[in-house]
């Protein structure tokens, strides 16, 4: 049973409008969020976390929102670039820190 | 510095024989994860590693599935009689200590294929 789910496998977005991407989580105890980033043929990297005590974490074009009641968050970035275009996981953790649960992914593609 | 290396970048191997995954963590980070992504599905976890605690291996997803770290440090990944639904790619990743908010720094993944 997948805890933190990305509902949509892709998202297209002209470039410099904004890209937003969401993520669902079912586990209540969850309160640590990440998200990731990933070109084809790389691992991840970290892009962009927020803690359960905030509901939105800024940084450059990127914007994260956490809705603890709907268990909801959403990974804003704005103005999109073509160097954006990739897939963005986002993952969440909870009380034991050594796991952390990644949704499927969702592909950004940013057209110039 | 050196990131996060995995060996092999490519393995294709036969149903029923015994693969090893390689990982080199960052120099210096002592937690060191494993986790696995199949077609079309997010990153699943398998194992982890903290110093010289003994290792997490509740996402093990059956015995067939075993890990070592040697030192502190490389880390392998041992799957024996391997099955088609091994295929997928298996990602290591690396931080610093054994906190969420640590950063993890993932390598570019071993991509195993099993005929």
């Known amino acids: 049973d997948q805890q933190v789910k990305q509902n949509s496998p892709s998202l297209s977005v002209q470039e410099g409008r904004i890209s937003i991407l969401n993520c669902d989580y079912t586990?209540?105890?969850?309160?640590?969020f990440l998200w990731y980033k990933k070109y084809p043929a790389e691992g991840p990297t970290f892009l962009i976390s927020?803690?359960?005590?905030?509901d939105k974490n800024e940084d450059g074009r990127f914007t994260v929102f956490l809705n603890k009641s709907a268990k909801h968050l959403s990974l804003h970035i704005v103005p999109s670039q073509p160097g954006d275009s990739a897939v963005y996981f986002c993952?969440?953790?909870?009380?034991?820190?050594?796991?952390?649960?990644f949704g499927s992914g969702t592909k950004l593609n940013v057209k110039p | 510095g050196a990131g996060v290396s995995q060996s092999p970048s490519n393995k294709v191997t036969e149903k029923g024989k015994d693969v090893e995954l390689r990982c080199d963590p960052i120099?210096?980070?002592?937690?060191l994860y494993w986790y696995r992504q199949s077609l079309g599905q997010g990153l699943e976890f398998l194992i982890y590693?903290?110093?010289?605690?003994?290792?997490?291996k509740s996402g093990l997803p059956s015995d067939r599935f075993s890990a070592e770290r040697t030192g502190g440090s490389v880390s392998t990944l041992t799957i024996q009689r391997t099955q088609q639904e091994d295929s997928a790619v298996y990602l290591c990743?690396?931080?610093?200590?054994?906190?969420?908010?640590?950063?993890?720094?993932f390598g570019p993944g071993t991509r195993l294929l099993v005929l």
């Open positions: 993952a969440a953790s909870g009380d034991n820190f050594n796991k952390f649960y």
């Open positions: 586990n209540s105890m969850f309160d640590y």
């Open positions: 120099s210096g980070h002592t937690a």
């Open positions: 590693f903290q110093g010289n605690s003994a290792p997490d």
């Open positions: 927020i803690s359960s005590i905030k």
């Open positions: 990743a690396s931080s610093l200590a054994r906190l969420a908010q640590e950063t993890q720094y």
